[in-house]
């Protein structure tokens, strides 16, 4: 309670010298006479204001994951005392006079900065930024658990003494859960802490296969590969989303030309849907411009797509050319099934029937575009495709992402890929 009260003590300090720097940045030292009393008359209320909302989004928490988890919730809170200041000193306005505009403004970022690292530093100091992981089960998971977590090792017999906890970050589950009442408070555990629940290595290989069969109880499968920091997956999410929205309003125009071009030069939807096996071995609905006969794959099954495919129709072949076939899967990154960059999703029947096509392949969402695709080509088999593909989940982040996107472009109007 001390330490919380000091940390709150410390932070109104900021506060009040954050609104003070604000005022230097917009006048310089010579303040005009009408601009500053606003502020030396409701100062104490602002505190209270930003204190309070401090506290409320969880800032004086005792104990937090990540560095990044402070950073929101200083960012958040921030936000919020701003509009709730503004809305204060217009409010009285007519009493202490006009409060520049501009100084809340500056204030805001200076105020995020000077409270995240100030309380980034004094919680590091006394280890409350730190992750509360708990291994369930014997195995191995040194590659999985950050050196830098607080861990706990526990027996799947013991996975009820968790509920005793007052949180849990992370849940490493190193054994295979046979028992269904073990699995079903797995699962509680999870919701009730919202915690992420991993798997190692093996236990992930040995459960995929029935996942991808549908044979498996396992209603969250959370993977150890590939997953990256809060910060990381955030930035990945926002680069797809924006990315996306703003290709598909470019290419509005050109994708409804595009089907009515389909439609006229061959019986059959415009829009081809196919199922394809995602994340953790999920199913979804890939779609994609059509660019072959309609019901292609009665007449051979289903076969890998390769050059000079003779069920490709004209202007499907120009379409598979220009890439413009692929357009619509933005709709699948935009409902997050899909990544903009990933190992492509291939249909059911070629998973099961590829080793090299499963285990840790699956553990990231399939993409649009990826390693594979920018450096090889279209018919490039499973045994080579891994290669690829392994090489991003290891090494997958935002610039990482951003690079291949970036890539894809001249790959595009060289012909080449996939």
Do not use: C
């Not at 029947?349 to 594979?372: E, M, S, Y």
Request: aromatic share 12%.
């Amino acid at each position: 309670m001390i330490f919380r009260f000091s940390l709150i003590i410390a932070n109104a300090l900021l506060i009040n010298l954050g609104f003070l720097f604000a005022f230097l940045v917009r006048y310089g030292l010579n303040i005009p006479d009408v601009t500053f009393p606003p502020y030396k008359n409701s100062f104490v209320f602002l505190t209270l204001i930003y204190v309070g909302t401090l506290a409320a989004f969880g800032v004086y928490n005792n104990r937090f994951k990540s560095s990044w988890d402070l950073f929101k919730r200083v960012f958040s809170a921030v936000f919020l005392a701003i509009l709730l200041s503004v809305a204060f000193v217009y409010v009285f306005r007519t009493r202490w006079g006009a409060f520049p505009t501009s100084v809340f403004a500056i204030s805001f970022f200076v105020n995020v900065f000077l409270i995240f690292k100030t309380n980034q530093l004094i919680l590091k100091a006394r280890k409350k930024i730190q992750k509360q992981v708990i291994i369930l089960g014997d195995g191995k998971v040194d590659a999985i658990v950050g050196q830098k977590a607080n861990v706990e090792r526990k027996r799947i017999d013991q996975i009820r003494e968790l509920l005793k906890y007052h949180a849990i970050d992370e849940i490493v589950v190193s054994e295979r859960i046979t028992n269904a009442k073990h699995l079903n408070l797995l699962l509680y555990l999870e919701r009730k802490f919202k915690a992420d629940v991993l798997f190692s290595p093996l236990v992930y290989l040995e459960l995929l296969p029935e996942i991808i069969n549908g044979n498996s109880s396992v209603e969250l499968l959370s993977t150890f590969v590939g997953k990256r920091s809060d910060l990381d997956e955030f930035s990945i999410t926002l680069l797809d989303i924006s990315i996306s929205l703003m290709l598909l309003i470019v290419a509005a125009i050109p994708m409804l030309i595009i089907s009515i071009l389909v439609k006229l030069t061959s019986r059959g939807p415009a829009i081809y849907k196919q199922e394809r096996v995602g994340k953790d071995g999920k199913p979804f609905t890939l779609y994609k411009f059509r660019t072959m006969v309609n019901d292609a794959e009665k007449m051979v099954g289903p076969v890998l797509a390769k050059q000079g495919d003779p069920r490709v129709t004209k202007i499907g072949r120009i379409l598979r050319t220009a890439r413009l076939d692929e357009l619509p899967q933005l709709f699948n990154i935009l409902r997050g099934q899909m990544s903009l960059v990933g190992p492509r999703p291939e249909r059911a029947h070629f998973v099961k029937l590829h080793k090299a096509l499963q285990g840790l392949r699956l553990a990231i969402k399939p993409g649009l575009t990826g390693l594979a695709q920018i450096r090889s080509f279209y018919d490039l088999i499973p045994k080579h495709k891994i290669r690829y593909d392994f090489l991003y989940i290891q090494r997958r982040s935002f610039g990482l992402n951003l690079k291949i996107i970036l890539q894809t472009i001249p790959v595009i109007f060289s012909k080449k890929g996939w």
